[in-house]
């Protein structure tokens, strides 16, 4: 009877060690199926992250096209504000140069009139 213990001992002790061989190696497949999960996960969030890029840098560009445009408006418009302050700014020295003009002419009538009245 102690040899068919004996027996049962071993044979209970193989199906153990054969049992948790076939764990491990299950969990070994388990572990690989994980990590290839996540390899697809992280090319997934690549993508992703790829095509969220892009519409960053898209809208990005578009955002910087509309500043350059309103720096254009905005130069375009300050050209012309010049131009019709040069005119007025033109208008008022004429102005200014006919009335010393005029000041000239009677300071010189009354010279000459002084003149020949003495």
């Not at 690549?46 to 095509?51: I, R, V």
Request: proline residues 0%; hydrophobic residues 25%; charged residues 45%.
């Amino acid at each position: 009877m102690s040899e068919s213990q004996s027996r049962y001992s071993i044979v209970e002790r193989l199906t153990k060690t054969r049992l948790e061989i076939m764990d491990s190696k299950a969990s070994l497949e388990e572990d690989l199926k994980k990590k290839k999960y996540e390899i697809d996960d992280l090319k997934k969030q690549l993508t992703d992250w790829n095509e969220d890029i892009k519409e960053i840098v898209s809208r990005e560009k578009r955002s910087k096209e509309r500043e350059v445009d309103d720096a254009e408006r905005s130069y375009e418009n300050s050209k012309q504000h010049l131009e019709t302050k040069r005119k007025a700014f033109d208008e008022k020295l004429k102005a200014i140069d006919s009335a010393l003009e005029s000041i000239e002419e009677i300071s010189r009538s009354a010279a000459v009139q002084e003149t020949s009245q003495s």
